[in-house]
């Protein structure tokens, strides 16, 4: 970038006005105004909706005769043609045309001649910015909800696959209660449902256009800003001009929802990368996703789960980013608001790479659900059954019951033995009510199955989310495993 600076010291300033907006400018800018000024480097992301909205606004020119019909054909052919010609060629970076929105007006002045410059009448970069920005979140938020309903189909597939499979629940890290993978992995689905609730919650107040809200009092020229909403999908325009070009609430909102996902998508990446670590060894995480090293020809290192975990650092950075940008900016416009755009560009990228490679690792992923089943039946885990067994059974109170189980843990851990491994002898010493019958209770499969509340972690319940969420995805087939064939 520096080496376009090329004017320093008593240099600065020299050189002719700029052509967009120099008419009252003796002087061009300072090499340094050029540079700090130049957004193109990164507000050509927005080029396909500046070109739409440019249509959408030149059509409605047209229609309402504000420009001629010769100049609004015109105007809209050659925006085709630059359309054709970025697709093909990408966008120039010249920095005395500042943004995309000067970038392509330039363009089409040499495309079409003078007729280019009516195409800005009732409208201003501050409308068009907020309008493109608004139509590029949108364009993004229905990608990572296309990106999310994936990451969802890879999951309900895996918690189907392993509705019986048992695995230890934890809380504090520590052994509490066996539970189902399938449940375990159910969880994920409904915090994606969530997020992708969310990213729905906030195209819905996106979408409305504020083209035409021009620099920020509106114009006096008869436009139609119905027309040019409608042409670009919004639902409605904007109903205050000040608000329309000087709030970015919507990409907040956008990054929120990106900041939530980024965050559940944080907790399943350490899981992975615990599960698959030795002293675990619940997965084998796919190759494809995984990294060797250099030096440790034993080692395949979870990189790809890392670095999930690490982008959502970058994801709520940006969030903040972009709030601290706004926080007391006052109307309307601000220069500030062109750092919009930066932070919300890093978010969707890399959204979009977290999600894919979390499809990856979810439908990838080999779970040894034999080290799993035996992790479950390790730490005790089937002490609330115990507890849950003596009130139903002998009709002692729950405290009591929590009391006498701790009895039974401390026994069998001094012994060095599960709870199912005790001797009745033992366990009547420590209270007479309890019988054989008991031992049905202690087993992992016994204490998942028992757990069959709605939402709870028993296979027939998880079968019946897993149903739900088919239904909710579209997802009419039954997996093999569902129709009893072994696969
Ligand atoms: N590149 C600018 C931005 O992204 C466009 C708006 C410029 N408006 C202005 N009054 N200078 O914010």
């Known amino acids: ?123 201003s970069r501050n409308d068009q910015v907020a309008t493109d920005f608004r139509l590029w979140v949108r364009d993004a938020i229905d990608e990572l909800d296309r990106g999310l309903a994936e990451l969802q189909r890879a999951l309900v597939s895996r918690a189907s696959e392993h509705a019986h499979s048992i695995m230890p629940g934890f809380t504090h890290l520590q052994t509490a209660q066996p539970v189902t ?58 109903a205050n001009s000040l608000d329309a070009v000087s709030d970015r609430d919507f990409a907040l909102e956008y990054l929120f929802a990106c900041s939530t996902c980024a965050l559940h998508l944080s907790r399943l990446a350490e899981e992975l990368i615990l599960w698959a670590s030795q002293p675990f060894g619940f997965i084998r995480l796919p190759d494809s996703l995984s990294t060797g090293s250099s030096i440790m020809p034993q080692k395949k290192n979870p990189d790809a789960a890392e670095l999930v975990r690490g982008h959502s650092g970058r994801v709520i950075g940006s969030l903040t980013s972009l709030m601290i940008t706004m926080k007391g900016l006052p109307l309307a416009y601000s220069k500030d608001m062109q ?80 709870l199912d491994a005790l001797e009745l002898a033992d366990l009547q010493k420590i209270d007479a009510r309890i019988d054989e019958r008991v031992y049905a209770a202690l087993s992992v499969d016994a204490s998942v199955t028992a757990r069959a509340s709605y939402g709870g972690t028993a296979p027939a319940q998880v079968m019946s989310q897993v149903a739900r969420a088919r239904r909710e995805l579209g997802m009419h087939e039954l997996g093999m495993h569902e129709l009893g064939v072994n696969e």
């Open 339 to 418: 750092d919009d755009k930066p932070p919300v560009f890093e978010a969707a990228g890399l959204m979009a790479l977290s999600v894919a490679a979390m499809t990856g690792m979810i439908a990838g992923s080999a779970f040894n659900t034999d080290r799993m089943r035996a992790a479950a039946e390790l730490g005790y885990a089937t002490a609330t059954d115990l507890a849950d067994w003596l009130v139903r059974e002998a009709g002692i109170p729950f405290r009591e019951a929590h009391h006498i189980t701790g009895a039974a843990v401390k026994l069998a851990e001094h012994k060095g033995v599960a």
């Open 181 to 238: 993978l399938g449940h375990h992995l159910m969880a994920y689905y409904e915090m994606v449902r969530r997020d992708r609730g969310r990213l729905g919650d906030a195209r819905a107040r996106l979408n409305e256009s504020p083209l035409g809200s021009a620099a920020l009092a509106g114009t006096g020229f008869p436009i139609d800003r119905a027309m040019t909403a409608q042409a670009l999908g919004f639902d409605r325009p904007t």
């Open 1 to 123: 970038m520096s080496s376009e600076r090329d004017m320093t010291g008593s240099e600065q300033g020299k050189g002719s006005a700029n052509q967009m907006w120099g008419g009252r400018f003796a002087d061009g800018p300072s090499a340094i105004m050029r540079e700090i000024n130049a957004s193109i480097p990164f507000d050509k992301a927005l080029w396909r909706q500046d070109i739409d909205a440019s249509k959408a606004h030149a059509a409605m020119l047209g229609a309402a005769g504000i420009i001629a019909a010769d100049d609004c054909r015109a105007i809209i052919g050659g925006l085709d043609q630059i359309a054709a010609e970025y697709e093909t060629q990408g966008v120039p970076e010249n920095w005395d045309l500042e943004d995309i929105h000067m970038t392509t007006e330039a363009r089409l002045a040499e495309w079409i001649g003078p007729a280019a410059g009516r195409l800005h009448t009732a409208r």
